[in-house]
T-cell receptor, first 113, second 115 residues
Framework: GENVEQHPSTLSVQEGDSAVIKCTYSDSASNYFPWYKQELGKRPQLIIDIRSNVGEKKDQRIAVTLNKTAKHFSLHITETQPEDSAVYFCAASSRAGGNQFYFGTGTSLTVIP | NAGVTQTPKFRILKIGQSMTLQCTQDMNHNYMYWYRQDPGMGLKLIYYSVGAGITDKGEVPNGYNVSRSTTEDFPLRLELAAPSQTSVYFC??????????????FGPGTRLTVL
């Protein structure tokens, strides 16, 4: 099955700086890569996603890049704000894999005011 | 739309007891999933379903059972609860697209403690 690895496990940045979280996957059939934000005690919420036919996607301060050859994808948050503090999860899914989602182990982001 | 709803929100079980976690979605999604999330960890897939009458095992199915008799409902059954099943359980759903799955929507979670 698919194996998704996520780094770093914790990340602290000063407010206004950028944050980058990286994930790698093992199954070349994976074609959908969502990123979720989870605040303490809450459910995961989708913040951005990308499909394998696209190399980059941006939504205001958040962007995701995908390198299919190297099998890795990254989340970029610019101009970080204290409310960006949360745990972020990457995931990978493929139709060939029965549309299961495989999650990374999460990155705890702290934005220091 | 209520989205994905789960009941109960919290539950304490004694070792050996059984219970059913309920999950309902009102978005007419084909795909439904059950995950568990242990403290400080990611989500592990327990079972999933691509449509009514079809279920498949995920990464950690032992000790659990599911059924999918309707599009809306996907209950998770715990038989003979064990302390290792103490976790937060999330149900999720997504729509089938031409490229596979679309966005997953999560329920609010059920916090289960087995003592």
């Amino acid at each position: 099955g698919e194996n998704v690895e996520q780094h770093p496990s914790t990340l602290s940045v000063q407010e206004g700086d950028s944050a980058v979280i990286k994930c790698t996957y093992s199954d070349s059939a994976s074609n959908y890569f969502p990123w979720y934000k989870q605040e303490l005690g809450k459910r995961p919420q989708l913040i951005i996603d990308i499909r394998s036919n696209v190399g980059e996607k941006k939504d205001q301060r958040i962007a995701v890049t995908l390198n299919k050859t190297a099998k890795h994808f990254s989340l970029h948050i610019t101009e970080t704000q204290p409310e960006d503090s949360a745990v972020y999860f990457c995931a990978a899914s493929s139709r060939a894999g029965g549309n299961q989602f495989y999650f990374g182990t999460g990155t705890s982001l702290t934005v220091i005011p | 739309n209520a989205g994905v709803t789960q009941t109960p929100k919290f539950r304490i079980l004694k070792i050996g007891q059984s219970m059913t976690l309920q999950c309902t979605q009102d978005m007419n999604h084909n795909y439904m999933y059950w995950y568990r999330q242990d403290p400080g960890m990611g989500l592990k897939l327990i079972y999933y379903s691509v449509g009514a009458g079809i279920t498949d095992k995920g990464e950690v199915p032992n000790g659990y059972n599911v059924s999918r008799s309707t599009t809306e409902d996907f209950p998770l059954r715990l038989e003979l609860a064990a302390p290792s099943q103490t976790s937060v359980y999330f149900c999720a759903s997504s729509q089938k697209t031409g490229l596979g799955s679309g966005e997953q929507f999560f329920g609010p979670g059920t916090r289960l403690t087995v003592l």
